[in-house]
């Protein structure tokens, strides 16, 4: 078995966390622009804000069952009515950043049809409200869920399996034939 260089490793490590909430950001990116799509190009073709808002919404939820259970799962510190109230409020400023780009866009810049073509405002749609505007969001909201949401590293167990590494000694256990650290108490009772 192939391991990874030590200071690939070491990096991965140390920025589990970061590389944890870049995955559940795409994750909730493909589900923001997925919702907006369908609804900006059905039943919201005048409210393209609004629907930008419902997208991040439902994003926004699913993102904290992933950032709870698995991007910050052994971080803690809080109870957890007061861990959702302020991650959620985090995420509304966060949904505020991420549409502020768009707002700008559509009614400061005037980036939609009529005064340009079509194909201009998708593009200015999709650059400020889903590229600017995430970015945007992403990084305070990194910094803010770190900072007040899961503030203490380390409050939770990690309650992931490790694999066994190859180099531990372990022996199969009679009893359950589930690998143990050490002598099954047998060998020793018989050893003695």
Do not use: C
């Not at 493909?30 to 190009?41: C, F, Q, S």
């Not at 007061?82 to 509304?92: Q, Y």
């Not at 969001?137 to 899961?150: L, Y």
């Amino acid at each position: 078995m192939s391991r990874l260089p030590e200071p690939l490793q070491f990096l991965l490590h140390k920025h589990r966390e970061l590389i944890r909430f870049a995955l559940v950001g795409g994750t909730t990116f493909l589900i923001d622009n997925g919702i907006w799509y369908a609804l900006k190009l059905t039943v919201l073709t005048d409210k393209v804000v609004t629907a930008k808002v419902i997208g991040v919404l439902v994003a926004v939820i699913a993102s904290y069952v992933l950032s709870r259970e698995w991007s910050f799962h052994t971080r803690g510190g809080r109870e957890r009515h007061h861990e959702a109230a302020l991650f959620f409020l985090v995420s509304g400023l966060g949904v505020g950043i991420n549409i502020l780009p768009l707002w700008l866009s559509r009614h400061l810049f005037g980036l939609q049809a009529p005064f340009v073509a079509v194909m201009t405002e998708e593009i200015a749609d999709f650059v400020s409200g889903s590229i600017i505007g995430m970015l945007l969001a992403t990084g305070f909201k990194f910094w803010a869920m770190r900072r007040w949401v899961f503030p203490d590293a380390g409050a939770r167990p990690d309650r992931r399996v490790h694999p066994i590494s190859v180099d531990s000694p372990r022996v199969p256990s009679r009893n359950s034939g589930l690998p143990v650290s050490g002598a099954d108490p047998v060998d020793r009772a018989e050893a003695s």
